[in-house]
C-alpha cells in the first residue's frame, strides 16, 4: 500500500487519481480529510501534519512506500521535513519517493532548493530506500511570472529554465510508485527545452494575444519591487532567488527523464498554454 501525502494539492491530487486509475492500494494522508480527491475504495487519513510526528507515525502505518509531497515553504521547512521523515522510518515503511527540486545542493542559489538538499540528506541518513525527484519550475507557473501589467519582473538574466509540466511530474511519480527498480535514484524532471524568460515573454504574449515582456532586475531592485508584498525577508529571498538560480545556469539541464519514465515527450512552454487557456487568463487584452 503507498501512502500519497499532499492529496489535497495538485500534485498529490494528481498521483492519488493516477495510482487509483491503475488500482494501486492507496492510502490518501492529509490535514484536512473533507479536502482530499474522492476516490471509490480508498480510504483517506486526515489530521496529518508534517510537524505532529506521532500523527503521521500513524497515517503511514502499513504502507510499503511514502509518496512524501515537499511542505509548502516556512522558515524552518527543513525541521517540518525531518518530522515526516522520521515518522515514516519509525512506521517501517520500505521507500520514501520525495518531490526535490532540481539544482538542488547545500549552497544553491535558490535558497528554498537548499531545504530540498538538505531533506533528501535526512532522508539518506535513514535505513529507508529513496527516489528523488528533482523538479524543475513547474511550467504551469510560467505565465504568472508576468503580472497583469505583462511584465515578467527577476533577476534571471539570459539563463535558461527546463521547466517541466505537473501533469508530467505525475506521470513520472505514478511510474516509479507503481514499479519495482527505483531505489535509491534520483529522476530530474523537466520539460523538452530550456528557454530564457524572454523567449518565455515570446510564446505567453502569442498565446495571450497582447504585449509580454521580460525586464531584467537586478537582486536589489527584485528585493525591492516584492517588498511591497510585506512578506518576510526569507520568503521574498526565496521568490527571488528562483530568478537567480535561472540567471546562474541551475535550471537549465535537460535530463530526458520524463520521455524515459512515460515513454512519451515532456509537454512543453506551447503545449501546456495551447491547453491550459485560463493558465493566462489574468493577462487577458
Ligand atoms: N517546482 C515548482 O515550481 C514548485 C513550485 C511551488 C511549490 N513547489 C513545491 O512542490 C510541492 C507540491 O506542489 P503542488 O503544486 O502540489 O502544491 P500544492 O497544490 O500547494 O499542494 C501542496 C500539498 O502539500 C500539503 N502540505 C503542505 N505543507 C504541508 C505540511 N506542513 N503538512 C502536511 N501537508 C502539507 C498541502 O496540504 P494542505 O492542502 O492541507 O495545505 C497540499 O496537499 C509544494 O508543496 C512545494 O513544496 C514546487
Known amino acids: 500500500m503507498i501512502a500519497v501525502t499532499g492529496a489535497t494539492g495538485h500534485l498529490g491530487g494528481r498521483v492519488a487519481r493516477g495510482l487509483a486509475d491503475r488500482g494501486v492500494p492507496i492510502r490518501l494522508v492529509a490535514r484536512d480529510a473533507s ?12 489530521g496529518a501534519s508534517y510537524r505532529d510526528g506521532e500523527a503521521m507515525r500513524r497515517a503511514f502505518d502499513g504502507a510499503s512506500t511514502v509518496f512524501l509531497v515537499s511542505a509548502k515553504e516556512e522558515e524552518h521547512r527543513l525541521e517540518v521535513h525531518r518530522s515526516a521523515v522520521e515518522a515514516a522510518a519509525a512506521a517501517g515503511v520500505e521507500r520514501i519517493v520525495y518531490t526535490s527540486y532540481a539544482g538542488a545542493a547545500a549552497d544553491c542559489v535558490f535558497t ?53 509540466a505537473r501533469e508530467d511530474i505525475a506521470a513520472c511519480a505514478d511510474e516509479v510508485l507503481a514499479s519495482d527498480g527505483h531505489e535509491n535514484a534520483t529522476y530530474v524532471m523537466t520539460g523538452p527545452e530550456a528557454f530564457t524568460l524572454a523567449e518565455a ?23 525591492a519591487s516584492r517588498a511591497p508584498s510585506g512578506a518576510p525577508a526569507w520568503e521574498i529571498e526565496g521568490w ?3 530568478y537567480a538560480a535561472i540567471g546562474a545556469g541551475e535550471l537549465d539541464e535537460l535530463s530526458g527523464d520524463v520521455e524515459r519514465l512515460t515513454g512519451r515527450p515532456p509537454i512543453g512552454l506551447e503545449q501546456f498554454l495551447e491547453s491550459n487557456p ?7 487584452a
Open 35 to 46: 479536502r482530499a480527491p474522492q476516490l471509490d475504495g480508498v480510504e483517506v487519513v486526515g
Open 112 to 164: 528554498f532548493g537548499r531545504d530540498h538538499f538538505n531533506t533528501e540528506q535526512i532522508i539518506k541518513s535513514t535505513p529507508v530506500a529513496w527516489t528523488f525527484l528533482r523538479n524543475n519550475i513547474y511550467v504551469d507557473y510560467v505565465p504568472f511570472f508576468a503580472g497583469a501589467d505583462g511584465v515578467i519582473r527577476g533577476p534571471a538574466g539570459d539563463g535558461r529554465v527546463a521547466a517541466v
Open 201 to 223: 515573454a515570446e510564446v505567453v504574449s502569442r498565446h495571450a494575444g497582447r504585449p509580454v515582456r521580460y525586464e531584467v532586475e537586478t537582486m536589489a531592485q527584485a528585493r
Open 240 to 242: 527571488v532567488t528562483t
Open 278 to 284: 485560463d493558465s493566462y487568463s489574468h493577462l487577458a
